[in-house]
């Protein structure tokens, strides 16, 4: 596509990523005088890509929710050119972000770890797997986490609302190596604990710039059994519940996960709570634009993969809570921390 090219309405401005199946550009909207990203289909388009198209933009439409990037028009599925009309998040992914400042600390990483958590939670009500978790695929800009990418969800029940009539025994092997769960890279029924383990490997590639079965994928695709590298090997600093949360996550059997994400968030929770993290999206704004200072680590190795500060009662709360966990030991804080968050989390 060159310059000066629109898309209905939308004005072309530049590339901002391209895949196997479509290019995502940035635009401008005149009618509401706004940025806007414009996903377009280039792969061949037939009727199965269309249905896929269409489930992308109505999951979207339905997940709305802060850390879900949000769908602002569709195409509709008979257009000649299928685009999305996405909002656009001018932050960097996690996976430049990597490759720019190395791995985060363990707070930081428990912090996308909320957020995130926070996402699967909403995507879990609706019956929604998103099947492609990865540092590209989140987004960060002015401490606000975004969820992006959603051209291979899988809907584990029949749903009006996402316009699914039935659901398939059997799935495609769809997702990124490295950061998918066994059950997903062999092609067997799965559920929402494959986000769980997905989740896990961003926290411990954030972390470490590795993945935790970086052996284990076979030529062919298929999940080997090969054992889980403890991510103190690379970062000795990480500490043991960090360690066992991320474990869990990756578990070679789903059962052997958290069972959902309530779970998983009320363990990074009980993390945040051990670094005496209050205010989440604070520390992730702070965490951005500390380039050049003791924030950003120091090492940078190259990674395998390819809102706002809050309101004064909000910041207010969380100091009283910080003062009294301090005083009433970790389990109190725990507990206040969890109520605090629970309250700016919508925020």
Not at 14 to 38: F, T
Request: aromatic share 8%.
């Amino acid at each position: 596509m060159t310059k000066a090219i629109a898309i209905d309405r939308y004005r072309i401005d530049r590339l901002l990523g391209q895949g196997a199946m479509g290019r995502v550009y940035l635009a401008h909207d005149p009618k509401l005088n706004r940025e806007v990203a414009v996903k377009v289909l280039t792969a061949r388009v037939d009727e199965r890509t269309r249905e896929r198209f269409e489930l992308e933009a109505r999951a979207i439409a339905v997940l709305k929710h802060p850390n879900i990037v949000e769908l602002y028009d569709y195409s509709g599925r008979a257009g000649t050119d299928l685009y999305l009309v996405l909002e656009y998040v001018p932050g960097k992914d996690l996976y430049a972000t990597l490759l720019e400042r190395g791995p985060m600390r363990e707070r930081t990483a428990l912090c996308v770890a909320h957020e995130l958590s926070l996402a699967l939670q909403h995507a879990y009500r609706f019956k929604v797997v998103h099947r492609d978790i990865k540092p590209e695929n989140v987004m960060l800009h002015r401490g606000r986490i975004v969820l992006a990418d959603f051209g291979v969800i899988k809907v584990l029940e029949a749903s009006a609302l996402l316009g699914v009539d039935e659901i398939a025994s059997h799935t495609q092997a769809i997702g990124t190596p490295g950061f998918m769960a066994p059950e997903q890279l062999e092609g067997h029924n799965l559920d929402h604990r494959c986000d769980i383990f997905a989740v896990g490997a961003v926290l411990y590639n954030l972390t470490t710039g590795h993945l935790p079965y970086e052996s284990a994928v076979s030529e062919d695709g298929r999940f080997g059994r090969g054992d889980f590298v403890d991510p103190r090997t690379y970062a000795p600093e990480l500490t043991d519940a960090f360690v066992e949360l991320v474990k869990r996550c990756v578990a070679i059997k789903p059962r052997e996960r958290f069972n959902d994400p309530d779970e998983l968030r009320d363990a990074v929770l009980k993390g945040l709570a051990q670094h005496r993290v209050i205010e989440v999206r604070q520390l992730l704004e702070d965490y951005e634009v500390a380039v050049d200072t003791a924030e950003a680590s120091e090492s940078l190795p190259t990674p395998v993969s390819k809102g706002k500060a809050r309101s004064g009662s909000g910041v207010v709360i969380a100091l009283v809570a910080f003062v009294f966990g301090m005083a009433a030991g970790s389990a109190a804080f725990f507990w206040l921390a969890r109520y605090v968050l629970g309250l700016l989390a919508p925020l």
